[in-house]
């Protein structure tokens, strides 16, 4: 950091992360795909001072590390609930009544897809295909797939994580 | 992708023709040597080559499907068709489809008759829009005292962008979000002047489309003519007069100098200024500077401070070497000091009626003028700048009123600013600043003619160049010039690491110095690919033709220069000098709306200069108080009143 130079307000556990993470993926260029998974591994989520503060330990410019935490559904720059639910929008899903499913959860935890409860519990997500056409509706849990869903199961699935 | 040698030659067949080409070449380039120019829409030679748009989707036999020809590499026996009715058709269709999210309001675009866009769609043969749809948001960024964005007229083409980051590694504009959603703008929804962007303007010579223009502040400037209180004074650049003739038809590199004086008159201006006599100033200023600097042990290598955009870069990402950074300011900003004091003083005008405009090249002069220092000054409270046209408002304002530029006659430039040498045009081009200071600290430190004043090695378009000046009885004197921002940044970490090691160093923000600036006439992609060069060496051709012209070439030889020290100035560097022609810096965050940036940072070390600047109170050397009671000689009578000066030659 040059003298006079603006730092980045940011928690020191999170730095200390971050710091070993860019040290562990050093040797090799063109990681910050990796390092990003990582991170929000690590910290839940890639706020901006996280995206500022691996910016200038990398040398690579802000907007290109935003550019990819937008492009990739797979970054979240917002926190997320304690339980991640994805719901499979994909062809195949949605032609078997996915659409029911994301409506049902969202009315039995009153937020919309996308958002997270306000205890932080849940984090409801419609995501792209999962790859599991067979299972379809599918969904998962924090990774955990469940399939050939109805909106009817809906309650018993929460019921499991409460 | 491997790139073969450039010396090896292969043989393609382009719509039957058989043509040898370099093995380097990509089908656009190759199609041009066949004279077939493939429309293009996201490509910009040596900027941007994605091929993203799909504008230029040609046919070559065993590829499978159509393929973009500006990124798409030619071997040896290739086969290309590229008007056949599925080419015509599909790029018909691609445009089409950009059309169907891109405002339809061209009569009132700034960039109506020099779109990229509109001439496609001309050229292609669009007549009806047959995709009604999704239309974008629409983001109208006013933040930037320089640059306007408007979002909805984006077609995500990323010539901006690549601009930002490969030439001037700022990166203010990114590319985010994905799909239909994907967004070209700075970081976290933020407005420009919330982020690092140096005002640098380049990204609007690269935009096709009217997303991106400079701030328009031609209404300001008439009002002003067709205020009888004020009077309207203009400097003008050196560069403008390089490049203004584009804008009428004039080839790139044909230098109108002698016809800009008529013009402004012709405007209203009261009086026409030449920044070249400040230039000459600040070499003066910036000469002894370094001098004094190389002599009593100061901040070495000093770094020159004359490209806005340049300053701004350091301060967002080199805060620690803002010590290095000449203190003089640049030539806009003595000339609108001087013009507030100086020439308020010598004509009897109170400074409150002056109104000082200058045209410029470049966008970041507008955010110059609007810095903190430059402004609300004196006992008055006036701006140095009011008002920073760029050379392609200076040419919409000529165009507005009629005038046929090209019949204009030679007319001099006013005094008592109206004399510049030789090395003060030169400032125009890269290493222009740097060759001119070499004169004058040459002959001020050795007390002797300088022979050869042409420091070739410092001259051209390359990144980095360098030289060894020998300063008889001060020593060797090595020195180095840059251009575009992503160079001096190669530069300048090698000077941290401590490789590379200089006395003085020139940066401009732009390639090719001010004459490639974010304010000058557009040069379009094809142009870029069809011109017999860099139209940057054109233009710098054309600024040392009008240079040539001159029979002074040192800055110091400037009678007018002698003559303002002699009555006013006293010597370069007195405190006179000072409180007018020299400022400081500071460091700035690079994202300042952030709760995150932490702002409690001591940066006592980094404000340069004399005390008096810090504190509010007026300087002795500030305008008589009597300014302030109604001034005998204000206008309209104030041409009875001025003393007579050496005029012109």
């Given at each position: 950091m040059n003298p006079g130079q603006y730092e980045i307000a940011i928690d020191p556990q999170w730095s200390t992360a971050i710091d070993t993470i860019v040290a562990a993926n050093a040797a090799q260029p063109g990681s910050l795909i990796q390092i990003l998974e990582q991170t929000q591994k690590e910290i839940g989520y890639l706020p901006e001072n996280v995206q500022a503060y691996l910016s200038e330990k990398l040398d690579i410019p802000l907007s290109e590390i935003y550019g990819v935490t937008t492009f990739y559904a797979l970054f979240n720059t917002e926190p997320v609930g304690q339980h991640t639910i994805s719901v499979c929008m994909g062809t195949a899903c949605y032609v078997k009544g996915a659409g029911d499913i994301v409506a049902e959860f969202e009315r039995q935890l009153d937020i919309k897809a996308g958002e997270t409860t306000q205890d932080g519990k849940f984090t409801l997500e419609a995501c792209r295909c999962l790859g599991a056409c067979g299972l379809a509706p599918v969904l998962t849990i924090d990774g955990h797939v469940h399939g050939?869903?109805?909106?009817?199961?809906v309650r018993n699935l929460l019921e499991n994580y409460e | 992708m491997a790139t073969p040698a450039s010396n090896t030659m292969v043989q393609v067949t382009i719509d039957g023709q058989s043509i040898s080409v370099p093995a380097s070449a990509t089908v656009l380039e190759a199609a041009q040597q066949a004279g077939i120019m493939i429309p293009t829409l996201c490509y910009l030679k040596d900027i941007n080559q994605t091929g993203s748009c799909r504008v230029c989707l040609v046919e070559i036999e065993k590829a499978r499907g159509l393929q973009p020809a500006c990124v798409y590499p030619v071997s040896d026996g290739m086969v290309v068709r590229t008007n056949t009715p599925l080419i015509r058709e599909t790029r018909k269709s691609v445009l089409e489809l950009i059309l169907s999210d891109h405002p339809q309001d061209c009569l009132s675009c700034v960039r109506s008759d020099s779109c990229e866009l509109q001439s496609l769609s001309k050229q292609l043969g669009v007549e009806n829009l047959p995709y009604p749809g999704e239309v974008s948001d629409y983001t109208l960024d006013l933040s930037s005292p320089s640059i306007e964005r408007s979002s909805d007229k984006c077609i995500k083409c990323r010539r901006c962008v690549s601009t930002c980051q490969k030439i001037q590694h700022v990166s203010a504009l990114g590319v985010s979000q994905r799909g239909f959603n994907t967004q070209v703008a700075p970081v976290f929804r933020h407005t420009l002047d919330e982020v690092n962007c140096i005002t640098c303007g380049q990204c609007i010579n690269a935009c096709p489309v009217g997303a991106l223009r400079e701030k328009d502040e031609i209404q300001k400037v008439w009002q002003a003519i067709a205020d009888p209180v004020q009077h309207v004074i203009v400097q003008v650049a050196p560069s403008v007069r390089a490049a203004l003739g584009e804008e009428f038809g004039l080839d790139p590199g044909t230098p109108v100098g002698h016809r800009i004086p008529a013009a402004l008159k012709h405007l209203g201006f009261d009086k026409v200024f030449d920044t070249g006599f400040t230039a000459d100033l600040t070499i003066m200023e910036e000469g002894n500077e370094f001098l004094d600097r190389l002599q009593g042990g100061g901040a070495l290598p000093m770094i020159t401070s004359c490209s806005p955009g340049w300053v701004k870069y350091c301060e967002h990402h080199y805060p620690d070497l803002l010590k290095n950074l000449s203190t003089a300011k640049s030539p806009q900003q003595m000339f609108g000091a001087l013009a507030k004091t100086y020439y308020a003083d010598i004509s009897g005008i109170d400074p409150r009626n002056i109104y000082s405009v200058s045209v410029m090249p470049c966008t970041a002069k507008k955010y110059e003028r609007q810095r903190a220092e430059h402004t609300n000054r004196g006992y008055e409270g006036y701006?140095?700048?009011d008002a920073v046209l760029t050379t392609r408002e200076l040419a919409r304002m000529l165009k507005q009123t009629g005038l046929d530029f090209l019949r204009l006659s030679e007319e001099p430039f006013d005094a008592p600013f109206g004399i510049g040498t030789g090395a003060g045009i030169n400032f125009g081009a890269t290493g222009g600043v740097m060759e001119a200071a070499l004169r004058t600290v040459y002959e001020t430190a050795t007390n002797q003619p300088l022979g050869?004043?042409?420091?070739?090695?410092?001259?051209?378009?390359?990144?980095i160049r360098e030289a060894h000046v020998d300063l008889p009885g001060v020593g060797a004197v090595h020195v180095a010039v840059v251009h575009g921002i992503s160079n001096a940044r190669d530069l300048l970490e090698k000077v941290k690491s401590g490789e590379a090691d200089y006395h003085f160093i020139e940066i401009m923000a732009c390639p090719g110095g001010c004459i490639g600036g974010?304010?000058?006439?557009l040069i379009n992609a094809q142009q870029r690919m069809t011109l017999p060069e860099d139209y940057r060496i054109m233009r710098t051709r054309a600024l040392f033709a009008e240079s040539q012209d001159l029979s002074l070439h040192k800055s110091h030889d400037n009678p007018n220069i002698k003559l303002i020290y002699e009555k006013y100035l006293e010597h370069p560097l007195s405190e006179k000098s000072h409180y007018l022609l020299h400022t400081h810096y500071q460091a700035r965050p690079k994202y300042t709306a952030q709760q995150w940036v932490a702002q409690d940072r001591d940066h006592e070390d980094l404000d340069i200069l004399v005390p008096w600047q810090h504190a509010h109170e007026p300087h002795p050397h500030e305008p008589h108080p009597e300014h302030l009671v109604p001034n005998p000689f204000a206008y309209p009578d104030y041409e009875n009143t001025q003393p007579s000066l050496p005029e012109s030659p």
């Amino acid at each position: 950091m040059n003298p006079g130079q603006y730092e980045i307000a940011i928690d020191p556990q999170w730095s200390t992360a971050i710091d070993t993470i860019v040290a562990a993926n050093a040797a090799q260029p063109g990681s910050l795909i990796q390092i990003l998974e990582q991170t929000q591994k690590e910290i839940g989520y890639l706020p901006e001072n996280v995206q500022a503060y691996l910016s200038e330990k990398l040398d690579i410019p802000l907007s290109e590390i935003y550019g990819v935490t937008t492009f990739y559904a797979l970054f979240n720059t917002e926190p997320v609930g304690q339980h991640t639910i994805s719901v499979c929008m994909g062809t195949a899903c949605y032609v078997k009544g996915a659409g029911d499913i994301v409506a049902e959860f969202e009315r039995q935890l009153d937020i919309k897809a996308g958002e997270t409860t306000q205890d932080g519990k849940f984090t409801l997500e419609a995501c792209r295909c999962l790859g599991a056409c067979g299972l379809a509706p599918v969904l998962t849990i924090d990774g955990h797939v469940h399939g050939r869903l109805t909106s009817a199961d809906v309650r018993n699935l929460l019921e499991n994580y409460e | 992708m491997a790139t073969p040698a450039s010396n090896t030659m292969v043989q393609v067949t382009i719509d039957g023709q058989s043509i040898s080409v370099p093995a380097s070449a990509t089908v656009l380039e190759a199609a041009q040597q066949a004279g077939i120019m493939i429309p293009t829409l996201c490509y910009l030679k040596d900027i941007n080559q994605t091929g993203s748009c799909r504008v230029c989707l040609v046919e070559i036999e065993k590829a499978r499907g159509l393929q973009p020809a500006c990124v798409y590499p030619v071997s040896d026996g290739m086969v290309v068709r590229t008007n056949t009715p599925l080419i015509r058709e599909t790029r018909k269709s691609v445009l089409e489809l950009i059309l169907s999210d891109h405002p339809q309001d061209c009569l009132s675009c700034v960039r109506s008759d020099s779109c990229e866009l509109q001439s496609l769609s001309k050229q292609l043969g669009v007549e009806n829009l047959p995709y009604p749809g999704e239309v974008s948001d629409y983001t109208l960024d006013l933040s930037s005292p320089s640059i306007e964005r408007s979002s909805d007229k984006c077609i995500k083409c990323r010539r901006c962008v690549s601009t930002c980051q490969k030439i001037q590694h700022v990166s203010a504009l990114g590319v985010s979000q994905r799909g239909f959603n994907t967004q070209v703008a700075p970081v976290f929804r933020h407005t420009l002047d919330e982020v690092n962007c140096i005002t640098c303007g380049q990204c609007i010579n690269a935009c096709p489309v009217g997303a991106l223009r400079e701030k328009d502040e031609i209404q300001k400037v008439w009002q002003a003519i067709a205020d009888p209180v004020q009077h309207v004074i203009v400097q003008v650049a050196p560069s403008v007069r390089a490049a203004l003739g584009e804008e009428f038809g004039l080839d790139p590199g044909t230098p109108v100098g002698h016809r800009i004086p008529a013009a402004l008159k012709h405007l209203g201006f009261d009086k026409v200024f030449d920044t070249g006599f400040t230039a000459d100033l600040t070499i003066m200023e910036e000469g002894n500077e370094f001098l004094d600097r190389l002599q009593g042990g100061g901040a070495l290598p000093m770094i020159t401070s004359c490209s806005p955009g340049w300053v701004k870069y350091c301060e967002h990402h080199y805060p620690d070497l803002l010590k290095n950074l000449s203190t003089a300011k640049s030539p806009q900003q003595m000339f609108g000091a001087l013009a507030k004091t100086y020439y308020a003083d010598i004509s009897g005008i109170d400074p409150r009626n002056i109104y000082s405009v200058s045209v410029m090249p470049c966008t970041a002069k507008k955010y110059e003028r609007q810095r903190a220092e430059h402004t609300n000054r004196g006992y008055e409270g006036y701006d140095d700048v009011d008002a920073v046209l760029t050379t392609r408002e200076l040419a919409r304002m000529l165009k507005q009123t009629g005038l046929d530029f090209l019949r204009l006659s030679e007319e001099p430039f006013d005094a008592p600013f109206g004399i510049g040498t030789g090395a003060g045009i030169n400032f125009g081009a890269t290493g222009g600043v740097m060759e001119a200071a070499l004169r004058t600290v040459y002959e001020t430190a050795t007390n002797q003619p300088l022979g050869n004043i042409e420091f070739l090695s410092l001259r051209g378009m390359e990144g980095i160049r360098e030289a060894h000046v020998d300063l008889p009885g001060v020593g060797a004197v090595h020195v180095a010039v840059v251009h575009g921002i992503s160079n001096a940044r190669d530069l300048l970490e090698k000077v941290k690491s401590g490789e590379a090691d200089y006395h003085f160093i020139e940066i401009m923000a732009c390639p090719g110095g001010c004459i490639g600036g974010g304010g000058q006439p557009l040069i379009n992609a094809q142009q870029r690919m069809t011109l017999p060069e860099d139209y940057r060496i054109m233009r710098t051709r054309a600024l040392f033709a009008e240079s040539q012209d001159l029979s002074l070439h040192k800055s110091h030889d400037n009678p007018n220069i002698k003559l303002i020290y002699e009555k006013y100035l006293e010597h370069p560097l007195s405190e006179k000098s000072h409180y007018l022609l020299h400022t400081h810096y500071q460091a700035r965050p690079k994202y300042t709306a952030q709760q995150w940036v932490a702002q409690d940072r001591d940066h006592e070390d980094l404000d340069i200069l004399v005390p008096w600047q810090h504190a509010h109170e007026p300087h002795p050397h500030e305008p008589h108080p009597e300014h302030l009671v109604p001034n005998p000689f204000a206008y309209p009578d104030y041409e009875n009143t001025q003393p007579s000066l050496p005029e012109s030659p």
